[in-house]
């Protein structure tokens, strides 16, 4: 009979690099017991890494890095695609994620619709905190992104630099989604940006 621990490898090695895998998805071949434990013995093995209690993830291969690691965000995603929930980084780790500060966090905060939780990964953590309702109706992966970074950063921080730059970026974005979360952002962020991104979110500029 083949064992648990074959037919997972046999199932991972079929599939993509940079997959991730939870140990419920592999449920259909044996209890959770011995699946938890083929798992174990695949990241010692190399095949996989352990990312965290439960997720393991199929690690590309760079031809000069080797193993390459997930970064906080594929991770986060991972886990909130898994759950069917939406997030959003917050704080420090949107700041710097955008490009706005140098400064790295240790650890990866993310607005969510869903439970509270903190992720442990090594000796840094994700964390999913108590959503804005305001802040998850936004559309746009950059332009609500940036809203809420321009709101950890306060309009004192906000230099002739950066605010080009942040022009830059809400101007990427498709205009439906810019407009409709220019109109939910607080009135000092669409002050000062609304008058430059006209072209961008006025009907008569299509």
């Known amino acids: 009979m083949v064992s648990t621990k074959i037919k997972i490898k046999e199932g991972i090695e079929a599939s993509s690099e940079g997959s991730f895998y939870f140990a419920e998805d592999f449920l259909d071949l044996a209890n959770n017991e011995q699946v938890r434990l083929a798992l174990s013995r695949l990241a010692r093995e190399g095949i996989l890494m352990r990312i965290a209690q439960g997720l393991y993830y199929y690690p590309k291969i760079d ?117 409709h979360d220019l109109k939910l952002a607080p009135n000092w962020i669409r002050e000062a940006f609304v008058p430059k991104l006209l072209y961008k979110i006025d009907d008569k500029h299509k």
Do not use: C, W
């Open 63 to 179: 031809p000069h890095l080797g193993k390459v690691k997930p970064g906080m965000d594929e991770i986060a995603y991972a886990i909130a695609a898994r759950q069917r929930i939406q997030i959003r980084p917050t704080g420090a780790y949107a700041l710097n994620k955008l490009g706005l500060s140098t400064q790295v966090p240790m650890n990866a905060k993310f607005l969510t619709d869903g439970h509270p939780r903190v992720i442990k990964i090594g000796k840094r953590r994700i964390e999913f905190i108590n959503r804005s309702q305001r802040k998850m109706a936004y559309e746009g992966e950059i332009s609500g992104d940036l809203i809420i970074a321009l709101e950890e950063m306060g309009s004192q921080n906000l230099t002739k630099e950066i605010f080009e730059k942040i022009i830059e970026l809400f101007s990427k974005e498709d205009k439906g989604s810019l407009r």
